[in-house]
C-alpha cells in the first residue's frame, strides 16, 4: 500500500511536488530499541513466527538508557540475573555490571537473533492513530536530522520506550548558579572530555546516580562530597555472586542461570515482604550495616525519615561508597542549599563547600510513551486519564501495549511477562479470527495512583501518569511471582478483554488474521 503526494506545486514556477515515501505495514510495531524492545522483538519472532515487525528508534544507536547514559561508572543498580533476558543467560562474573557490559550484552542479543535487522534507527514517532474501521495504527514518525515524515501502519503497537524523558532530565534552578565559576554538569548529558582529576567535586543528589558517580570519581578526584537534602537507604551487595558463578562451572548456564534467577527473585520478593511488614527492624537493620562500615558518627547521613521502599533503594557493589568515604577521598554533606557561591555551594548551615565541578543528579523526568500523540479514530487520546491493565494496557484502548518494569525488582522480569502476554493475546486473536482487543473499563473500580511511591521523580509525574485501580486486573501488585501467574497460565479472555472483528474486514471478507499456534 502507498501514499503519495498528488498534487503539483506551480506556484512561482516550481517543479511537482516529491512524493512520499511508501507506507509500510507490519504486524508488529515496537518503539524503542533498548533493552525492553530488543526482548520484546525476540518474544514475537520466537512466539508468533511469521508475523513480520519493526522497531522504531528514534537515536542512531540501539540500546537505550545503556547508550545514552555515559557518566563515570554507570552501572545496572540490579543483579544481571534478573536484569538479564529470560532466555539469554547472563554469563560474566560480574552480577553488579557496568554499564558498558550490559550495552555489550543488548547489542550481542539483538545481533544474535537477527533483530538488530529490523531497527529502523534515527525514527522519532510523534504521533500514532487508531482506525477501528481497518483496526490498525497508523504511525507517524520523523526520520533523520531533516525529520522527514514517514509512516507506517500495524495491527499491534508495542511501546518499549521506557519512562524518562531523553531530551531532559530534571534539573531544578538552584539560587546563584549563574555566579559559579566552574563546571556544571547533568549526568543525563555528560560532557565526553570532562577532566575531574585533582579536582574537588560536589555531586548534588543521593539516588541511584549519586552513589555510582560518588566512588567512582573519588578514585582520581582530588576529593568528592555527595550533597543530600535527605538520607537515602544504601544497601552494599557483594559485585559477583559466587553461587551464580559456582552453578556455572558445574552446570550448563541456562539451567545455573535459571536457578540463580529465581534465588534472586525470591531473595528480593522476601525482602521486600519483611521490610513492608516490619518497616522499623528492617530500617534498623540497614542503619546498623551502613554503622558497621562507617562508624555512628555518620548515622545522621543513612537514616531515612521514610520507611524501608516508599523509595526505591540504593545498592553499592562491594561497599564500594563506604570505601571512599573511609578512606577521605569522599563525604556526604545532609544539608540544604542556601545559595552557589563563585567557589562553589553556600549551605543553609553556613558551611561552604567549595568545588571545581558540581554535578546535579537531581533525577529524571517522567514522560508517558515518550509523549507521542494518539487519537482514536480521529479523536485525541489521553493516557493518563485511562486505567493500566495488567500493568500494561490502557483501558478503552485497542492493540496497544506498553512496557513498565517494577519498583522494586528489576525492569526486565516485567518487561519479558509483558511481551509473553502480547504474543499470547496475538495468538489468541489469530485463532478466533479477530482483529481487536482492548479492555473495556469497568466504572465500579475505584482509581488509585499508578505507583505507590514517595520519590521524588514520581511524585513530579503524577499528573501525566495512567492510574491504576483498586482490583485486579487493574491492580498493580508490584510482585513477580503473581505476575508470572497472571500474565504467562491466566485467562487471556478474562471477561475484561473485549474481542472484536474489524468492520471493513467484515463487509470485504478480507484480511483474516493468521491462525498460529500459541
Known amino acids: ?81 534478573t536484569l538479564g533476558y529470560s532466555f539469554r543467560p547472563w554469563t560474566d562474573a560480574k552480577a553488579i555490571a557496568d554499564g558498558p557490559s550490559i550495552l555489550r550484552y543488548v547489542r550481542e542479543t539483538a545481533s544474535e537473533y537477527g533483530i538488530d535487522q529490523h531497527i529502523r534507527f534515527r525514527h522519532h514517532v510523534k504521533r500514532a492513530s487508531w482506525s477501528s474501521e481497518h483496526a490498525r495504527w497508523t504511525v507517524e514518525a520523523e526520520r533523520g536530522p531533516e525529520k522527514e515524515r514517514v509512516r507506517f501502519t500495524c495491527n ?51 539516588g541511584a546516580t549519586a552513589v555510582t558517580l560518588v566512588p567512582e570519581m573519588a578514585r582520581t578526584a582530588a576529593h568528592v562530597t555527595m550533597l543530600q537534602r535527605s538520607p537515602t537507604y544504601i544497601v552494599s551487595r557483594p559485585a559477583e555472586d559466587r553461587i551464580a558463578n559456582g552453578l556455572r562451572r558445574v552446570l550448563p548456564s541456562k539451567l545455573a542461570y535459571g536457578i540463580t534467577r529465581w ?49 526505591r533503594m540504593c545498592m553499592v557493589p562491594d561497599a564500594d561508597l563506604f570505601d571512599a568515604i573511609k578512606q577521605g577521598r569522599a563525604a556526604v554533606a545532609t544539608d540544604h542549599i542556601e545559595t552557589f557561591t563563585e567557589k562553589g555551594i553556600q549551605l543553609a ?76 493475546l496475538l495468538n489468541h486473536m489469530a485463532r478466533q479470527g479477530v482483529t481487536t482487543c482492548m479492555p473495556r473499563r469497568d466504572p465500579s473500580v475505584e482509581e488509585i495512583p499508578l505507583l505507590d511511591f514517595s520519590s521524588g521523580y514520581v511524585l513530579r509525574a503524577l499528573d501525566v501518569m495512567p492510574k491504576q485501580g483498586s482490583r485486579k486486573p487493574w491492580r498493580l501488585y508490584q510482585n513477580y511471582a503473581f505476575d508470572l501467574l497472571m500474565l504467562r497460565f491466566g485467562k487471556v479472555d478474562d471477561g475484561t478483554m473485549v474481542f472484536s472483528r474489524a468492520p471493513k474486514l467484515l463487509k470485504a471478507g478480507a484480511g483474516e488474521p493468521r491462525r498460529d499456534a500459541a
Open 263 to 311: 534465588k534472586n527473585v525470591l531473595l528480593s520478593m522476601l525482602f521486600y515482604k519483611l521490610a513492608r511488614k516490619m518497616p522499623e527492624r528492617v530500617k534498623a537493620f540497614i542503619v546498623r550495616l551502613a554503622r558497621e562500615q562507617l562508624g555512628p558518627g555518620y548515622d545522621v547521613h543513612f537514616t531515612p525519615s521514610y520507611k524501608p521502599w516508599d523509595q
Open 156 to 206: 499491534f503497537l508495542l511501546m518499549c520506550s521506557g519512562y524518562y524523558n531523553y531530551a531532559e532530565g530534571h534539573r531544578p534552578e538552584f539560587p546563584g548558579e549563574a555566579r559559579f565559576q566552574g563546571t556544571l554538569v547533568h549526568p543525563q548529558f555528560w560532557p565526553e572530555k570532562l577532566d575531574y582529576a585533582n579536582k574537588r567535586v560536589v555531586v548534588i543528589g543521593s
Open 349 to 424: 548551615s553556613g558551611q561552604e563547600l567549595e568545588a571545581d565541578i558540581i554535578v546535579t543528579a537531581t533525577g529524571l523526568k517522567l514522560q508517558l510513551l515518550s509523549d507521542i500523540e494518539f487519537s482514536l479514530d480521529g479523536a485525541r487520546c489521553d493516557l493518563s486519564k485511562s486505567l493500566s491493565y495488567k500493568g500494561m494496557m490502557f483501558s478503552d484502548v485497542p492493540n496497544l501495549a506498553f512496557t513498565f518494569g517494577y519498583t522494586n525488582a528489576s525492569w526486565t522480569l516485567k518487561a519479558d511477562l509483558t511481551s509473553e502476554y502480547v504474543c499470547r
Open 1 to 81: 500500500m502507498t501514499d503519495r503526494a498528488g498534487l503539483d506545486e506551480h506556484a512561482s514556477g516550481a517543479s511537482a511536488a516529491k512524493a512520499e515515501a511508501p507506507v509500510e505495514h507490519f504486524d508488529v510495531l515496537i518503539v524503542g530499541a533498548g533493552l525492553s524492545g530488543i526482548g520484546a522483538a525476540y518474544h514475537v519472532q520466537a512466539r508468533c513466527p511469521g508475523r513480520t515487525y519493526v522497531l522504531l528508534e528514534g537515536r542512531e544507536a540501539l540500546g537505550g538508557t545503556w547508550d545514552l547514559f555515559r557518566y563515570p561508572g554507570i552501572r545496572s543498580d540490579s543483579d544481571m540475573h
